[in-house]
């Protein structure tokens, strides 16, 4: 079992920037990956980062590469998603995700945190 707890939304101006925290516990395998998801209102959840627990391999949704940094703190087996340039369309729930690197990034993995807002105004 793993559990996750996401911290660090909020509401922020389009331009600006936040970082989310996802603190992970439980049975973390060296094969995991973990990963940032977001659904907003009306919308499917989608695939925004991801990162390998035990690697240096990230992966990105096209619409935020280049704005997004996704990283982690092994030690304190915790994941971040550094959010730069935010646009309206950022505005979502964004939820972490950990499991098996394809589980992950497909969005069928059983771990899931409990989610964070993130609102950017215009």
């Known amino acids: 079992q793993v559990q996750l707890v996401e911290s660090g939304g909020g509401l922020v101006q389009a331009g600006g920037s936040l970082r989310l925290s996802c603190a992970a516990s439980?049975?973390?395998?060296?094969?995991?990956?973990m990963g940032w998801f977001r659904q907003a209102p009306g919308k499917e959840r989608e695939f925004v980062a991801a990162?390998?627990?035990?690697?240096?391999?990230?992966y990105y949704a096209d619409s935020v590469k280049g704005r997004f940094t996704i990283s982690r703190d092994n030690a304190k087996n915790t994941v971040y998603l550094q959010m730069n340039s935010l646009k309206s369309e950022d505005t979502a729930v964004y939820y972490c995700a950990a499991g098996p690197v394809l589980l992950v990034v497909s969005g069928r993995t059983e771990y899931w945190g409990q989610g964070t807002q993130v609102t950017v105004s215009s």
């Open positions: 439980g049975q973390i395998l060296s094969t995991y990956a």
């Open positions: 990162i390998r627990w035990s690697a240096d391999n990230t």
